[in-house]
Structure formats: C-alpha cells, structure tokens
C-alpha cells in the first residue's frame, strides 16, 4: 500500500496545465495533460483523474486478493486502465495469475503503450499476465464468456455517480448478474466509489453476493473513498 510510482515532471502546480494529447474518443473529447509533476485525463471537459495518490486504486486490488481464499495464481479482471494504478500494482505482487484490464478509450491505451503515461506502466504491460482487452466494459461484462477470480471495477465515481449514463446499467440486477458470471465460485467483486451507498450494498446482496462489506479509504478532507465488495457464493 505504500509503493510510490514517481512522475519525471518538475513539482510546480502553479503553472497552468500544459495539453499534451487531445483526441476525439468514443464517448467525446479526452484530453490528457501535464499540471506540474502531475498528468491529469480529462473527458468532454469534466476532470477524471490524475497521478497524484493512487491509494483507492491500490486498496481496489488488495481488497479483492483478501477477500479470495488460497487458490493459485488467481486471475482478476480490472474494469479502466486509468492512469495506471491498479494495472501497476496487480503486476507487482507475483500472487496474481493472468491480469485483464477492459479499457473503451484507445486515446488512454495509446498513451501508456507509446506515451507520457507509459513511465507508470511500462513494465506493468510487458509483464506476461497482462492483457489490455479495448472495449466498453459494461458490454464486455454482459457479452464475454471469460471467467475471473476477482472484478475489479473503477470506471465511474460511483454506483451512484456514474462518468456516461449508459454505465447505470452496471450496478443494476442485470449488470450485477452478469458481473456474477464472470466470477468463478468464490470470486470477488470490488467496486470503486467517490462515497458510501447504502443501497448499492443491498442491491449486491439482492444480486446474490455474500460477505458483502465496504471499506473505507481515509482521505485528507470531504467523505472518504471506499471499496464495495461481494462475493459468489462457492
């Protein structure tokens, strides 16, 4: 939880942000940019994320490997490449089987294959257990006949604050079916969220998860992050 991925920019935020890629995307516009030692993804003007922390990203990860049981080199799915974070930190930890990252973005894609975001994720893709699957991950969930042993999922702000609309239609009882699925019995589901929501834990157990909890992630003002989890039955 501790692992630092260091960014090889000066430290300087108060310089306006400089854009580095603009790129139309299949959702509308996506723009990645420098702002000091940061790079920063912004999406049709709304700011999505950046590389200053990456904690949340991290817990998303352990969380699920610690909600497993012992099974070998069990394979988890991660729903957003993002900037990096959660690939990063599954490739570092030599329990995980294969790692499957979805991302709809080929703009984000290209930028850590070829470009600035590459320096946190270089050795993450050439890791032999990496696969980046480039697609909309709540029709990969639905349509894909893969099986995992842990989903992690942070695509939107929430169950409750969703990025795109159509993205509502994961944490309802049929994207949460489906998110079922693609678990094997015993495998874990991990769900990202800018905020607590009550009732997206009674939706997980009405979806026919156990052992369903959330885990708080401290953060320095305003209500913390956490991780939703739930579990197949075995």
């Known amino acids: 939880m501790s692992t630092s991925y260091p960014i090889p920019y000066d430290t300087d935020h108060t310089a306006a942000p400089v854009v580095l890629d603009r790129r139309e995307g299949p959702l509308g516009e996506v723009v990645l940019r420098r702002h000091g030692a940061l790079l920063q993804i912004i999406a049709n003007g709304c700011f999505l994320m950046d590389t200053s922390d990456g904690r949340s990203e991290r817990l998303l990860v352990d969380a699920a490997l610690d909600a497993l049981d012992d099974r070998p080199a069990p394979g988890i799915l991660i729903g957003g490449l993002g900037v990096g974070f959660s690939l990063t930190h599954a490739a570092a930890n030599s329990r995980w089987g294969r790692i499957a990252v979805v991302e709809r973005e080929p703009a984000i894609v290209d930028w850590h294959r070829e470009g600035p975001l590459s320096e946190l994720s270089r ?112």
């Open 123 to 234: 050795s993450a893709l050439a890791d032999p257990r990496t696969e980046i699957v480039e697609a909309d991950l709540v029709s990969y969930v639905q349509e894909s006949t893969e099986k995992y042993d842990a989903l992690c999922l942070d695509i939107d702000n929430g169950p409750d604050w969703t990025v795109t609309e159509g993205n509502d239609n994961l944490y309802s009882p049929v994207g949460l079916a489906a998110c079922l699925a693609r678990l094997t019995p015993g495998g874990v589901l991990a769900v990202w969220s800018a905020q607590p929501s009550a009732n997206f834990e009674g939706t997980l157990r009405n979806a026919g998860f156990q052992s369903v909890r959330t885990e708080e992630i401290p953060v320095v003002r305003g209500v913390p992050d956490v991780v939703h989890l739930g579990v197949r039955p075995a």
